[in-house]
């Protein structure tokens, strides 16, 4: 009834996928919804890795029996208290009482927190181990990648690294969840949307996590979203260590503009031109009243420079562009080239105060932003069209 095809001999994938929900986290959309990921391994001892989100319990449960055929487990491995993975955790202990849970003193604490659990706990710390049989599980901790108390898991005699949500994805699992045996095109977007939303204000854990694992030989990593990742792997870690230094994958620009009458979308047009003629062909540009901002910040992570264009609205900015400002400055994404533009019917002030966020984020201005009052005439079309071509020149230079 279900693929019980191993990943390697005796390590199992017993995740599930989620289709019903829209929204992750109750805010990001889930256009390819999202899979929970939980991994068997089956030795002298059998641990469990991680498990599902409570909806899903029973189906999870019989992936579960169709592989132990009345075996019990002994240990559960829990790297990430998330809901979303912890969510079967007081079931999972109705079924097997005597299992022993297996985490650090904040699990616990979380453990006691949500479910009340406080009995059959082995604490782990940095670097310690556990023995399966022929397998031996070692454990490090990955504080804030992006929870306080996540670790990883390192299985040894395979090289498989149990990442929790590090290297995630939004998406389902189709068919097979082996990287090899699927195409992957459809995961990078949404791995990098998932990271700038859900781990992109943790870029410093996330060094330090990377470096600390750097020295264990890896082979293969069993996250608990999305796909094992196997042939892609060096491409998955390269993207996290970009992501994480804050820096861009490629040559782009993002436009993020508001606009309610029309104006400030003129002023949008002439700086897309402006960027095109200056010689740089990446060019998205979002209208933040039809994209929601996890897509934005996606694609601020992917490109260089950010330019934002919104109306003056009740003294201040455009409600959602706001809103972006807000999500930008939260996440702390560093090192980025930006400009600004904007319009106005009788009083400017949304320019200036998008002039004060470079500031704010220590970014680096270019070009003369422009504050267009009502009517776009032809001289504030041609100096938006030369804020765009400055842009282009800053990042040809």
């Not at 007081?90 to 022993?100: H, S, V």
């Not at 994805?169 to 990078?188: P, R, S």
């Not at 943790?202 to 264990?216: C, D, E, H, I, T």
């Amino acid at each position: 009834m279900y693929n019980k095809r191993p990943i390697v001999e005796n390590i199992f994938f017993v995740g599930v996928n989620d289709r019903q929900k829209e929204l992750f986290e109750n805010y990001l959309p889930l256009p390819e919804g999202v899979a929970y990921n939980s991994y068997l391994i089956v030795d002298e001892k059998i641990a469990l890795i991680d498990t599902v989100d409570i909806a899903f319990v029973e189906v999870y449960f019989a992936k579960i029996d169709a592989i132990l055929k009345g075996r019990t487990i002994d240990y559960l491995i829990v790297n990430h208290v998330e809901p979303d993975h912890a969510g079967s955790i007081g079931r999972l202990k109705e079924k097997y009482p005597n299992m022993q849970i297996v985490g650090n003193a904040k699990t616990f604490d979380m453990l006691k927190g949500y479910f009340g659990i406080v009995t059959n706990l082995h604490e782990v710390r940095e670097g310690d181990s556990l023995s399966l049989g022929k397998r031996t599980l070692t454990f490090y901790t990955a504080p804030m990648v992006h929870w306080p108390e996540v670790m990883v898991t390192y299985e040894n005699q395979d090289k498989i690294l149990f990442s929790a949500d590090a290297f995630g994805t939004f998406g389902t699992v189709d068919g097979d969840y082996l990287d090899a045996n699927i195409h992957t095109d459809k995961y990078w977007d949404e791995m990098r949307r998932y990271y700038a939303c859900i781990v992109g204000k943790y870029g410093v854990p996330v060094q330090n996590a990377l470096k600390k694992l750097s020295g264990l030989p890896v082979d293969i990593i069993c996250s608990t979203h999305g796909p094992v990742w196997q042939k892609e792997l060096s491409k998955v870690v390269g993207l996290y260590d970009k992501w994480s230094r804050y820096e861009a994958e490629e040559e782009g620009v993002v436009i993020a503009y508001g606009s309610m009458y029309g104006n400030t979308q003129q002023l949008t047009e002439a700086v897309v031109e402006g960027i095109v003629a200056g010689g740089i062909k990446n060019v998205v540009v979002h209208n933040v009243s039809k994209t929601d901002t996890s897509y934005i910040l996606a694609d601020i992570f992917k490109y260089k420079a950010l330019i934002i264009g919104s109306p003056t609205y009740m003294m201040g900015v455009y409600p959602l562009i706001e809103k972006l400002l807000a999500a930008i400055e939260h996440r702390g994404i560093k090192n980025r080239l930006y400009s600004c533009y904007g319009s106005f019917t009788w009083a400017g002030c949304a320019v200036k105060k998008l002039c004060s966020f470079a500031q704010t984020m220590n970014w680096e201005l270019i070009g003369n932003p422009v504050e267009n009052k009502q009517a776009v005439l032809e001289d504030k079309y041609q100096a938006a069209f030369e804020l765009g071509l400055a842009m282009a020149e800053r990042i040809k230079s």
